[in-house]
């Protein structure tokens, strides 16, 4: 079942001079910058080992609906097992989804950060436009999204504990989702 996204006007923002905020923008340029240079092994060192990772599906219903992510449905629903076999069968024949490999372009912006009630855990929105080309046949794919993450301080860095994507479309326009967001 899909996560809640978090309702963060009670929460406490952190300036972006904050050197916390600093840290949590530079994990999310360097995971991006792992994630486009398909350095998914180094990628996965960097998330929690009860990592929960969300990207359900986007509905499109009236605003008294209360939802606009379909109950139950995800794209994804994974957690480190998941994900560290996902990566493996990349390097696998049976990748035909990824061969040729996708060429990627992730652009995180709007970047807000905000304390939470565990002093060892940030939360952390962003908005992710990413860019997918193919081939050379296909016309390019983009993809936004609002992503919420949960960062963890462990062993004095910061780890991916959580990921929410909520994409901006109801209907994909790509052949596959075979990449992480």
């Not at 929460?11 to 972006?16: E, G, R, T, Y």
């Not at 949590?24 to 929960?52: K, M, P």
């Not at 901006?168 to 967001?181: C, P």
Request: hydrophobic share 40%; charged share 30%; net charge negative.
């Amino acid at each position: 079942m899909s996560s809640p996204r978090v309702d963060t006007r009670d929460m406490k923002s952190l300036s972006f001079s904050d050197p916390r905020h600093l840290e949590a923008h530079q994990f999310l340029v360097d995971e991006s910058y792992l994630l486009d240079a398909q350095r998914y092994d180094q990628w996965l060192g960097n998330l929690t080992d009860d990592i929960r990772y969300d990207v359900p599906v986007r509905v499109t219903t009236a605003r008294s609906a209360g939802f606009d992510t379909s109950p139950g449905m995800s794209h994804f629903d994974e957690n480190k097992y998941s994900l560290s076999l996902r990566v493996a069968r990349f390097a696998t024949e049976h990748a035909w989804t990824e061969d040729p490999p996708s060429r990627l372009r992730h652009f995180i912006t709007n970047v807000r950060t905000f304390e939470t009630d565990r002093d060892d855990e940030l939360f952390v929105q962003s908005a992710l436009l990413l860019f997918r080309s193919r081939g050379d046949n296909r016309e390019p794919n983009l993809i936004s999204a609002l992503r919420e993450d949960i960062l963890r301080r462990v062993d004095g860095s910061l780890k991916l504990a959580k990921r929410l994507a909520i994409m901006d479309e109801s209907v994909l326009r790509m052949q596959n989702l075979a990449i992480f967001l």
